[in-house]
């Protein structure tokens, strides 16, 4: 039973992480369409309380589970790179997924993922790296994000010694997938 719950959380999971970028692009769309058709899953014979909601549950568990495996790895990567080239859209496509985590390298919004000592010295929290300052002195330092949890866009701004922080390999999505669950899910800190 707790593998199983452990299956589902984890496409679920994957399916609203990979789902977010493309999310930003459809909800506009999607609002653009409500307002211009004003017909409804209460038209539908079949129609019952809920149905929206369990349709949208069933499509995030199967896009999850088809993402979990080697080929729908594989289509969501070329899907990502179409998404990439569309005029005007994909430069927003590219916006939002580096916003949550997405984009790579030094023009991404979150360069590289730290763990930052709590207030305190009890812990350790996530931070992420936003940009890197050279001072008048010559010193370098760190502008990091602390995100919050599980809603990741609220947080704090800390600007730290590089040697204050402590390096770590876990991809920006991944940390993020952490906030969101509140760490209810495989963790894999490196």
């Not at 309380?49 to 069933?58: E, K, N």
């Not at 991404?108 to 709590?118: E, L, Y």
């Not at 866009?153 to 730290?160: E, M």
């Not at 390096?167 to 669950?181: H, T, Y």
Request: hydrophobic share 45%.
């Amino acid at each position: 039973m707790h593998n199983m719950i452990r299956h589902v959380s984890k496409c679920l999971l994957t399916g609203i992480v990979a789902l977010l970028p493309i999310g930003g692009l459809v909800l506009g769309i999607g609002y653009l369409e409500s307002t211009l058709s004003s017909a409804g899953l209460k038209q539908l014979p079949f129609y019952f309380p809920g149905l929206g909601l369990l349709a949208a549950f069933v499509l995030l568990y199967l896009i999850g589970l088809v993402l979990t495996t080697f080929i729908g790895n594989w289509l969501w990567t070329r899907l990502d790179r179409l998404l990439d080239r569309l005029p005007a859209l994909g430069r927003l496509y590219v916006s939002l997924k580096q916003i949550l985590g997405y984009g790579e390298g030094k023009d991404a919004i979150f360069q590289a993922t730290v763990m930052v000592p709590a207030p305190g010295g009890t812990g350790e929290e996530f931070g992420l790296v936003t940009n890197r300052l050279q001072l008048a002195d010559g010193q370098e330092r760190l502008l990091v994000f602390i995100p919050g949890s599980p809603n990741p866009t609220s947080g704090r701004l800390l600007l730290s010694a590089p040697e204050d922080v402590r390096p770590s390999n876990m991809p920006v999505n991944e940390v993020f997938k952490v906030l969101v669950a509140v760490g209810k899910t495989d963790i894999d800190i490196r």
